[in-house]
């Protein structure tokens, strides 16, 4: 069982920057890949980015490509988002999950969290 909780999320101006936070609980996080999605009023839930459990594989939506940041410290399980040049369209609720059979683009992972709202303004 892993317990997931986010942190972070805010109002912010455009091409400002957020670091959006998921503390872990549980006994499989290090053995978790960790993922963020998110999802704005009226879509679906869209992968932003995931980290294999050695954070030796990375992958991107090509949205957020050179501009967010993941990152992991399985010493204080936790995953890390750090958010750049934020657009108006990055507006939505930010999601981060866990599975340790997982590793996809796919919202299909087991454990989430409640979900933390980062709003950029124009």
């Known amino acids: 069982q892993v317990q997931l909780v986010e942190s972070g999320g805010g109002l912010v101006q455009s091409v400002g920057s957020l670091r959006l936070s998921c503390a872990a609980s549980g006994r499989t996080f290090s053995n978790s890949a960790m993922v963020w999605f998110r999802q704005a009023p009226g879509r679906e839930r869209d992968f932003v980015a995931v980290i294999s459990r050695s954070g030796a594989y990375i992958n991107y939506a090509n949205s957020v490509k050179g501009r967010f940041t993941i990152s992991r410290d399985n010493a204080k399980n936790t995953v890390s988002l750090q958010m750049n040049s934020l657009k108006p369209e990055d507006t939505a609720v930010y999601y981060c999950?866990?599975?340790?059979?997982?590793?996809?683009?796919?919202?299909?992972?087991?454990?989430w969290g409640q979900g933390t709202q980062v709003t950029v303004s124009s």
């Open positions: 999950a866990a599975d340790p059979l997982e590793l996809s683009s796919k919202p299909q992972y087991r454990y």
